[in-house]
């Protein structure tokens, strides 16, 4: 089974299931795919899966929007009680300042105004502590092709900047399979077909809320590391579970062909498959007039937004902040 095929019925499989163990950090939370986790160099590191448990103010997050909040905003020096310039208070360059905030006014963190030639913000809400736990999935459906897993996995357990980390694959684990990795990772076989999955080893909690180290580059005998502190730490899990809230897992758009239909596979309708191939497709690779079977039609409804809000607290038409206006209402501007 090809390694996207794999990750979109494990997906589906998590999302109508839940995570098996693990109940003090995942329960009824959201999957997300292909998510970056590095702190230091930027995309080094990009996670197969992302679960993202709730925390104490998760429904004021659904509440507030279905999108991205955009992380300069959160981290700015603006906030609700009055307003700031916004090139002043956004960390980036002023054009870059301008385009955060009005994405922040998009998704309602923001209201923003003019004020003698400049852009001024403040907060539509106070930002919620709406998550608690991080998972991190890697997919590797055949052990016989690893690939730099080990190095990978390593780099997670090292950064600690998940609450646990898992290995899902499709192959017979081995003792020598095990040895190789990283004890405290977590190791799944999951049969993707029925759907299963059979708990190997139980994933250790990481310690999240210390610094740590992250690998950048390992040379036999040798790792060069940076260290990470505390705070960056706190921050990009904010940035990973933000995005993991606007991003979901069906990342795929469907194309405009005849044979695209809506796919049901591991207990979930609307995954991108074609009637043509008669299996999952990724459209983006496989789709379009290099595809043999290809036939132009009108791109279809897939209801990605729809299938997520079913089946997941996620709310793709939130009532916004509008609740939160009277409160607002008794900050006056300086």
């Known amino acids: 089974m090809r390694e996207y095929d794999f990750e979109l019925r494990l997906s589906a499989h998590l999302e109508q299931d839940g995570l098996p163990g693990l109940s003090e950090i995942a329960a009824d939370g959201l999957l997300a795919r292909q998510l970056g986790t590095s702190v230091v160099g930027s995309g080094a590191r990009i996670m197969d899966l992302v679960y993202v448990a709730p925390g104490p103010d998760f429904d004021r997050r659904v509440d507030l929007s279905p999108g991205t909040i955009p992380p300069l905003a959160i981290e700015s020096d603006i906030e609700v009680g009055s307003r700031r310039s916004v090139a002043k208070a956004i960390d980036a360059p002023p054009e870059i300042a301008s385009r955060v905030a009005e994405r922040a006014a998009e998704v309602d963190f923001f209201e923003i105004s003019r004020r003698g030639g400049q852009t001024m913000a403040r907060q539509a809400t106070r930002y919620p502590d709406w998550f608690s736990g991080l998972v991190g999935i890697e997919n590797k459906p055949d052990l ?7 190095a990978q996995l390593r780099r997670d357990v090292s950064l600690q900047v998940l609450d646990a980390v898992i290995l899902a694959t ?5 003792r020598a399979h095990r040895h190789r990795l ?3 990772v977590g190791i799944w076989r999951v049969h993707p077909d029925e759907p299963a999955i059979e708990v190997v080893r139980e994933p250790a909690v990481l310690d999240s809320e210390r610094p740590g180290f992250e690998i950048r580059r390992e040379q036999p005998g040798q790792y ?5 502190s505390a705070v960056g730490k706190t921050r990009q899990r904010r940035r990973i579970a933000e995005r993991a809230y606007g991003k979901g897992w069906r990342t795929f758009e469907p194309p405009g062909c ?6 049901t596979a591991a207990g979930t309708d609307g995954l991108p498959g074609c009637s043509w191939a008669d299996r999952l497709v990724e459209p983006a690779a496989e789709c379009g007039l290099d595809c043999p079977g290809f036939e132009s039609a009108p791109e279809p409804e897939l209801g990605r937004e729809t299938e997520r809000a079913r089946r997941t607290p996620w709310e793709p038409d939130p009532p916004g902040t509008a ?4 409160f607002l209402d008794r900050f006056r501007d300086p």
């Open 323 to 326: 609740r939160y206006q009277a």
């Open 170 to 174: 499709a192959s017979h684990v081995t």
């Open 258 to 263: 005849t044979k695209f239909e809506s796919w």
């Open 182 to 184: 990283p004890d405290p």
């Open 144 to 150: 016989r092709t690893p690939g730099d897993l080990a």
């Open 224 to 228: 060069d590391v940076e260290y990470v």
